[in-house]
């Protein structure tokens, strides 16, 4: 095969990769986001960016004991009244295009006839899940961001369940991101749709 032939195919070859990774870009980066490890199992050479992460401290593994608040609790008053909350956590939804909070076309119809509260005025600490969902289940938040704390301190969740607050995460997409670890956690596809709305 000559140079030139040898060329043309490796350049056909590659348009023809590009294309096929943009036209299915979208579900592409949503995986990879979602499952970091993909990454580490197609690049091998990844072991090499790990190591020098670790070495100058930004990758070190949080393996500290959870910071309990054992200060929190419910009052005798409010553990009579029984109640079942749900909560719908969509944190990358954009306000702006949210119905419920006056968007000009109705893109939440279904809950819109449901008995709901709607905050309108929420800000996440980012754009990422694995970064947006432990922070809002902290006592930290996104003004006193602190991923350290965050991950070595017990979730709102956590403080719940311990004082008798039954939960059951259900989950639609790529988990909780630490925040139910050891509580009750389920996968929507598995559940039958009839018991939700």
């Known amino acids: 095969m000559s140079a030139l032939k040898w060329i043309s195919s490796i350049a056909i070859l590659s348009v023809v990769l590009v294309l096929s990774i943009f036209s299915q870009f979208k579900n592409i980066s ?48 409010d553990k009579r009244k029984k109640k079942l909350v749900v909560l719908v956590i969509g944190e990358t939804v954009r306000a702006q295009n949210w119905g419920l909070s006056g968007y000009e076309r109705d893109t939440t119809p279904i809950l819109k006839n449901k008995d709901v509260i709607n905050y309108p005025y929420a800000n996440t600490c980012c754009t990422n899940t694995e970064v947006s969902v432990p922070c809002m289940f902290s006592p930290y938040g996104r003004k006193n961001y602190d991923e350290k704390k965050i991950k070595t301190t017990e979730s709102f969740l956590h403080i719940l369940h311990r004082n008798s607050v039954a939960i059951s995460w259900i989950d639609n997409q790529s988990g909780c991101k630490g925040v139910c670890n050891s509580l009750d956690y389920l996968q929507a596809r598995n559940i039958d749709n009839g018991i939700f709305l």
Do not use: C, F, M, Q
């Not at 100058?56 to 200060?71: A, F, N, V």
């Open 30 to 77: 949503s995986t990879v986001r979602n499952h970091k490890e993909l990454g580490h199992l197609i690049i091998p050479t990844s072991y090499l960016v790990a190591s020098s992460k670790i070495a100058i401290g930004s990758g070190k593994l949080l393996t500290e004991e959870k910071i309990i608040i054992d200060d929190a609790i419910i009052s005798d008053n």
